[in-house]
Structures are given as structure tokens and as C-alpha cells.
DNA sequence: TTGTACGCGTTATCAG
DNA sequence: CTGATAACGCGTACAA
């Protein structure tokens, strides 16, 4: 559609040929003053940038990253993209985002995408880290791998949280409160976060000599509508639990309408608290206590380590980082009412 | 890094030429039965998929287009862009997300991005309409442009939205409850929505026969601290308004801020209206009234149009859509107290 | 310091 | 129906 000026034709306009033009494009040290000059100008003039398609041929590499993840649409994750993103912008990388929606077949297509694309390298946080075809297709990608929260059996890079400690700040005040049952949501164990979460949860239930009651853990999705569903199923227990703890990123919004479906009130009713510092755990009424990570700062860093081991500059083993998680006190637990 | 297989290999190992094998891989009707068969055994032995750089350079297009939003963290540009992506990677295209913070000297700086990149086509949601670079370096993308919501003095495809209806309606609400001061908050005039949200608003209150009181509504950034602050400004005149308007998909958040900050309750105190149907809205206390409209559905059709017009399946006349806008009632809005 | 020429992986054209 | 070959735009080794 719109033809684009070639280095062939910068190198007419400058009078120059086109090694010379590549070699003051790609500011190689050896060039002339006067040349240098004349090139610039042309380039000025032409409004020329070299193809980047025919640079990628060249050079083998397409300095593009992908990124497949559950869903750019949960809050965290868009941070998570936004800052890394901009962070391999910069380095003149670009981030090419798919969304899995937690399927296995989309992943596998997914991946496959970012297969054609020839992509220098991925963030992935996969919905399962027990499948076999999806880490096969991985392997089968042969490039650096940077893992987003995620456990596998490989050398790759990684970004974790350590949802644990969170969780165990968390479970501290809810018992210090005098919760005895304490209702936990997350997501499947296939997947690091949910395991991390539970462990907490149940470590400090040890601690605290409660015993730990299998009814008081549902995992399913991610998802909100889980979060509803599996909530709900809490809250409409017989003895019901007096403390609820949203354990996904993307769960709390289901949590509140299932306890609002129950109509409950926060705190009085039921204490609870979230996993991720949202606009909704912030402006909620009462606001949520949350259990939560700088999911900005996991981008920075997921991208940096990517660009690092893409430079060479990333020794033989895999480089892995671990962010810490807070928990974040408002105004959404309280001591459990007597019961009657 | 990885030495994926070419066709040149591809077509050693199949015994035929690279001419066959490239026929075999784009579905090229006449091809032999049994070589095509051969061929395929091969791709699928060796895993074999086409470089699509070295697609790009021979076909000249790169299958892959760009999108220029103020931050992917706001969640109706989420949705947007999550529903265009998903639209365009069916029809084999990817989608590079790039995030200018309402920045000009950003956009310019990724136009110029994308402009390297070579992408076919160009998503844009300008921060100003009025800026005569913006629009120059989009001019000279020369490429399939569809403005997100935004009025170019150019023949551009474009989504908008019909905000005017959504806020007439809401403005409706809100003066059959019988407020008469009703504060309004959102972004610049340089772009539409601003516009359109302000005109519904002036002209409602004109049927009202209300005078327009310009220290009711204030313009400032799309962002939540903009949304506080001018909010904050508004709740603290002596003669503070009785309901306020958050005129922006991301400014909820912000006047719910003030208003807490204000120590007002919602809507005893004053009614509200945002302008996104987000968690938030969803979820707050009362549930808030917003004037919404379908992100993802726009999302849909900005990728088909943009579709549309590199098939070379729209005539040469621009194509614009508009979104209808709606006013949700919930509970964020109830008569103006009585003056004391 | 500068110019020439080759090859990167594809697709399309043209013979056979 | 199939094979050989040119061309896409660029970077670099090599020659000058």
C-alpha cells in the first residue's frame, strides 16, 4: 500500500552505496564526517527506517517477545503487561500479548502464533504446569522461556511471588481476630499460586492447633464466576465459615457478590480479604483487606531477566527471582460475630 | 538461537522442489496427489512452519497491526483490546499494544515504532484530536487507520460511542430526583468523548431550563488522580453539587476517593454516576449507576473493520460504526437531601 | 574509509 | 503438474 523508501534508494539520495548507507544506519564507527553528514541528511529527507522484516531475516532475530497469559482483562495482569512492555519498548523490543483464557488448546494454538512469529523469546504463565503437550510445545520452541509465577521442570527463567508469606501475615490476623473457620477460594494446585496459597492456609492453621477441614477449601477457576460459584458453596454451608479469602488474582469481585447473594455484610458478618490490589479492594465499602505483589514490578523484572538472557549476559543456570507479597490491613476484618 | 528448518530443507527432505513444497504449505490447488502427501509427511516430521519475516519481506504486508491506547491497565481498553486481539488472530493477524499515558510525545515516539515495525494497519485512540504532529505522523504511516472514539478531520474508519444518549439519560435520572446541581467531571474537549458527554449534559440541563454553571464541571486528565482532584474541587465549593458525574472510563475510582475524602456518603450525601461498567461499579457500596457501553463488542468491530479495509472489502469512503451507550441504574442515586 | 556482492527464507513467474 | 530462478531489503565479509 504505501511504499516505503529503500536503503537502496536512501543510498542514491545520498550519493553514497548501500553499505555505506547500512553502516551509517547502524552507526558503525568507521564513517566519514561528510558522509555521515550526507546519509543523515537523505535519511532526513526521505523520512527512511529500515525494514525491520528484512532486518529479522538478516539478523535471525525479530525482537519481539510474546506473551500468552489468562487474560489481559484482570487487573494485575495488565499491570503486569503495561510494565513490561514498556520496559522491553525501550530496549526496542515488542511484546505480543495473547490471552489463553486458562484453556490447554488455546495455549497450544497460542503458542504456535508466537512459533510462526519467530518471537525471540516468552513469558508464559501457563494454566497448568502438569500438562505435558503444553510444555513439550514449549520445549519444542527452543528459545528463552521466562516463567511467570510458574513451576516447571526445566531450567527456565522465572518471576515468582511468594504467596505464602502473604498468606501467612493474612491467616495471623484472621486468627488473632479469633477466627477459628476460615474459608479459602483459589484456583486448581496445578498451578504454583494456588499450591503456595493453600500451604500457608494450612501451615498456620497447624500452627494455631485448628484442624484443617477439607470443606473450608474449594479450588476451581480463576475466574470470577468460580470465585461466585465456590464462594457461594462456602457461605451455604451449615456452619458456615466467619472469614472468606479470595485466593486468585481475579476473585474477590466473585467472592463480594456471592457474599452479597447471601447477604452478608463485610465485616460483621464474614471477614474477608483478596488477592490483589484493585480498584475494587481499594474503593470497595468497607475497603478489602488484601493479601497482594507489585505486579508492575514483576513485569519489570520478567522483562529485564528476558532481555538479559536474550544479551547472553545470563550465565547457564536459570535466573530466579522472588517477589515478596504483603498483607494490606482495612477495613474488611473483624472479630467473628458470637455465634448464637 | 534455534535454526528452525526452511523450506529449502523442507523440500530436500519431501525430494521435491522448493517451488512444490512452497505450493504444498499455501494450499496451492494443483499439486499431485501424492507429492502433496510427501510434503506434508515432511512438515510434520520436521516441524517445518514458514518464517514469517521472510514472508513479510516478499508479500510486503506483516500480518500484524498496532494499537496506540492510553494505559491497557483501564479496564474497558482491556476489554477492547483483549476482544480485537482475539478477533484478529483468527484472521491470522497479531496485535502490538503499545501504551502512550495520554502522552503526545509518546505517540509520536510509538507511531514511530510501529512505523519501523511496518504494520498493515493502525488502532489509535489519540490523546488529542487537535494536535497537528499527531496527525501529521499518522499521515505519514500511510496506512489503514481506525480511530477508537476519536473525530479526525480526516477520512479514517472509526468505533465511536454515542456517550451523548448515555448521558442524557442519566441526566434524566438525576433531574426527575430533583437535583439541580450535579457536577460533572471528565476529560478535555481535544478529544470526543469529552465533548459528547458534555454536550448531552448541557443540553439536558437546558430542557431543564437549569443555567449551566461552569464551576460544575471541570476537565482535566482521564485518570484516576485527575478524576480526585477535580472531584475533591467540586465537592469542596461552598454550594457543593448534590450529584457528580465521572466522566471518563477510568475516573469511578477517583470521585469515589473525594468523596470518601469529603466524608459524604453515597447517594445519601450525593448521587453518582460513573462511566464504565467495571468490577468497581459492580461491586461498590451502593453498587454505582454507570453509563456504559459494550468495550468488548467495540473491540470486535474495530478489528473487523480495520479487517475489512486491508481485504480491500471497503469502498473508498470511510466507514464509521457507533456504539450505543446505556445508563444503568443501580444504587448510587437517590434524591438531593434537603438543603438545611 | 568506501563500494560490491552474496545470502537470509519466501513466493511468484516462467519454462518444461 | 513440477522445477529452476528472480526478487523482496538489509547487513557484512571482502576487496579496493
Given at each position: 500500500m504505501a511504499k516505503r523508501p529503500t536503503i537502496k534508494e536512501l543510498a542514491a539520495e545520498a550519493g553514497v552505496s548501500v553499505g555505506t548507507a547500512s553502516r551509517v544506519i547502524n552507526k558503525h564507527p568507521n564513517v566519514g564526517e561528510a558522509v555521515l553528514r550526507k546519509v543523515n541528511e537523505a535519511i532526513e529527507r526521505l523520512g527512511f527506517t529500515p525494514d525491520s522484516a528484512a532486518q529479522s531475516m538478516r539478523g535471525?532475530?525479530?525482537?519481539?517477545i510474546?506473551?500468552?497469559?489468562r487474560d489481559i482483562t484482570v487487573p494485575a495482569l495488565a499491570s503486569f503487561t503495561r510494565a513490561a512492555q514498556d520496559t522491553l519498548e525501550e530496549a526496542g523490543y515488542v511484546l505480543i500479548v495473547l490471552c489463553s483464557t486458562d484453556s490447554k488448546e488455546r495455549e497450544?494454538?497460542?503458542l504456535d502464533v508466537l512459533r510462526k512469529r519467530r518471537v525471540d523469546g516468552l513469558i508464559m504463565a501457563t494454566s497448568s504446569e502438569r500438562d505435558p503437550d503444553v510444555l513439550a510445545a514449549c520445549e519444542r520452541l527452543e528459545l528463552p522461556i521466562l516463567l511467570l509465577d510458574r513451576e516447571y521442570p526445566k531450567d527456565w527463567d522465572a518471576v515468582l511471588v511468594d504467596h505464602e508469606a502473604g498468606m501467612e501475615e493474612a491467616m495471623d490476623h484472621l486468627l488473632s481476630l479469633g477466627h477459628?473457620?476460615?474459608g479459602l477460594v483459589t484456583g486448581q494446585p496445578t498451578v504454583r499460586p494456588s499450591r503456595a496459597r493453600t500451604e500457608g492456609y494450612r501451615r498456620k492453621l497447624e500452627e494455631a492447633g485448628i484442624a484443617y477441614d477439607p470443606a473450608l477449601v474449594r479450588t476451581g477457576g480463576f475466574d470470577l464466576n468460580s470465585?461466585?460459584?465456590?464462594?457461594?458453596?462456602?457461605?451455604?454451608?451449615?456452619?458456615r465459615p466467619t472469614a472468606l479469602i479470595a485466593g486468585g488474582i481475579n476473585m474477590l469481585g466473585g467472592a463480594i457478590r456471592a457474599i452479597r447473594a447471601a447477604r452478608l455484610s463485610v465485616p460483621g458478618d464474614?471477614?474477608?480479604?483478596g488477592s490483589a490490589d484493585t480498584e475494587l479492594a481499594m474503593f470497595s465499602t468497607p475497603p478489602t483487606n488484601v493479601i497482594?505483589?507489585?505486579?508492575?514490578?514483576?513485569g519489570r523484572l520478567s522483562a529485564q531477566l528476558i532481555?538479559?538472557?536474550l544479551a547472553g549476559r545470563s550465565g547457564p543456570d536459570p535466573h530466579r527471582l522472588t517477589l515478596s507479597s504483603q498483607y494490606v490491613m482495612r477495613g474488611s476484618c473483624a472479630p467473628p460475630a458470637k455465634s448464637g
Amino acid at each position: 500500500m504505501a511504499k516505503r523508501p529503500t536503503i537502496k534508494e536512501l543510498a542514491a539520495e545520498a550519493g553514497v552505496s548501500v553499505g555505506t548507507a547500512s553502516r551509517v544506519i547502524n552507526k558503525h564507527p568507521n564513517v566519514g564526517e561528510a558522509v555521515l553528514r550526507k546519509v543523515n541528511e537523505a535519511i532526513e529527507r526521505l523520512g527512511f527506517t529500515p525494514d525491520s522484516a528484512a532486518q529479522s531475516m538478516r539478523g535471525g532475530t525479530t525482537r519481539s517477545i510474546g506473551i500468552i497469559i489468562r487474560d489481559i482483562t484482570v487487573p494485575a495482569l495488565a499491570s503486569f503487561t503495561r510494565a513490561a512492555q514498556d520496559t522491553l519498548e525501550e530496549a526496542g523490543y515488542v511484546l505480543i500479548v495473547l490471552c489463553s483464557t486458562d484453556s490447554k488448546e488455546r495455549e497450544l494454538e497460542l503458542l504456535d502464533v508466537l512459533r510462526k512469529r519467530r518471537v525471540d523469546g516468552l513469558i508464559m504463565a501457563t494454566s497448568s504446569e502438569r500438562d505435558p503437550d503444553v510444555l513439550a510445545a514449549c520445549e519444542r520452541l527452543e528459545l528463552p522461556i521466562l516463567l511467570l509465577d510458574r513451576e516447571y521442570p526445566k531450567d527456565w527463567d522465572a518471576v515468582l511471588v511468594d504467596h505464602e508469606a502473604g498468606m501467612e501475615e493474612a491467616m495471623d490476623h484472621l486468627l488473632s481476630l479469633g477466627h477459628c473457620r476460615i474459608g479459602l477460594v483459589t484456583g486448581q494446585p496445578t498451578v504454583r499460586p494456588s499450591r503456595a496459597r493453600t500451604e500457608g492456609y494450612r501451615r498456620k492453621l497447624e500452627e494455631a492447633g485448628i484442624a484443617y477441614d477439607p470443606a473450608l477449601v474449594r479450588t476451581g477457576g480463576f475466574d470470577l464466576n468460580s470465585a461466585f460459584f465456590e464462594a457461594s458453596a462456602l457461605l451455604s454451608l451449615q456452619d458456615r465459615p466467619t472469614a472468606l479469602i479470595a485466593g486468585g488474582i481475579n476473585m474477590l469481585g466473585g467472592a463480594i457478590r456471592a457474599i452479597r447473594a447471601a447477604r452478608l455484610s463485610v465485616p460483621g458478618d464474614i471477614s474477608l480479604i483478596g488477592s490483589a490490589d484493585t480498584e475494587l479492594a481499594m474503593f470497595s465499602t468497607p475497603p478489602t483487606n488484601v493479601i497482594s505483589h507489585d505486579a508492575a514490578e514483576q513485569g519489570r523484572l520478567s522483562a529485564q531477566l528476558i532481555l538479559n538472557r536474550l544479551a547472553g549476559r545470563s550465565g547457564p543456570d536459570p535466573h530466579r527471582l522472588t517477589l515478596s507479597s504483603q498483607y494490606v490491613m482495612r477495613g474488611s476484618c473483624a472479630p467473628p460475630a458470637k455465634s448464637g
